[in-house]
């Protein structure tokens, strides 16, 4: 799956996971977000993942990644390029899980789990929602619970807007994550949403999207070109570039004229999308977020056969390594302390 963010040895965009904005029944432009951005909104630099771009502090905090559906955290943020370092090595200071709950970047959610909490959802959009979860629980690892006592969240509520469309934080981040619907939001969009809180972002942000795919900016809202950026920095999930994906801009995207904003090579616009995850959605996401099988041979020391961290290797969602005496696993953008190595 692609996800903009950011999956394993494998690759979806990021997890490199991102969609957005007309009539929301006969352009899916306005599929996945409320507004078209306009020139009086008070966008600021930042850069995230290594990559410059236009974002706004919202009343609640995020900020919104301008003329998109995903919501950032700050320190999801940097302000300058210099400040995101791609293979930055594990950090030994921070050897208990639960100082790693807010520790920035974008990360995984734990036991291939979403934990939710429903405010404000009319019935027609809770159905489809429980068709939404009901996609991606039957094809893939993940699973939905409901919250009881969890610390950990996303909060799924209306928004008020009277669209087909909907935002979303990136990533699994405490009790502050959230997806935000239209009431008359359906699967087709929701699913996408789903994939922006699994971490994932727009997949023709791909680095590798020129490969196959055209982005025609002359048709593009001037202030909505940066979202077509070509991150380098991302994390793929997917071997392949998947047009298919839930994570991919609809060909009418931002449109300003009518025309495709995005087209294959030869220029044809791709269909519209379903309320249905990829094959490489599923492959990705199953590779991010592997099944909890236990393992049939058990180490004494958990930390055998795994090598030790390098500044020189590429790493992936999902990678162990160790290092300074300790177990980590890599998430989107940093690394997780799993457990002290020696023999138990």
Known sequence: MKTTIILKKLKIS????VVL??????NESAELVNETPTQDQEFIEKYFL?????VKEEEDGTYSLQGTDIRLFEDQLTDNNDAFN????????????????????????TNNTIVYTIQGLSQS????????????ESKTNIRFKERTNESTYVTISSNGDSCNCGVATLGSYGSRGYIRLGTGTTAVVIIHEIGHTLGYIHEQNRSDRDNH?????????????????????????TRDFDVNST?????????????????????????????????LDIEGTNSIYPSNTPNPNPSNDPCDG???????????????????????????????????????
């Open 247 to 279: 994570m991919m801009y609809g060909s009418y995207t931002f449109s300003k004229n009518g025309k495709p904003t995005i087209t294959d090579l030869n220029g044809n616009v791709f269909p519209r999308r379903k309320a249905q995850i990829s094959a």
């Open 14 to 17: 990021l997890l490199t996971s």
């Open 125 to 136: 959009v809770r159905s489809e929602l429980q068709k939404s979860m009901l996609e991606w």
């Open 21 to 26: 904005f007309a009539s929301c029944e006969d």
């Open 86 to 109: 791609e293979n930055e090595a594990p950090n030994p200071g921070l050897t208990n899980k639960s100082k790693l709950g807010l520790a920035g970047g974008i990360r995984k959610w």
């Open 50 to 54: 290594g990559e410059a771009v236009q």
């Open 306 to 344: 795994v090598d030790e961290w390098s500044r020189n290797k590429r790493y992936f969602v999902g990678d162990k390594v160790t290092y300074r005496g300790y177990l980590y696993e890599r998430d989107f953008t940093v690394w997780n302390v799993i457990t002290k190595c020696g023999n138990n």
């Open 213 to 237: 795919i055209i982005v025609h900016y002359d048709n593009i809202v001037e202030n909505a070109k940066d979202q077509f950026f070509k991150s380098n920095s991302a994390t793929l999930v």
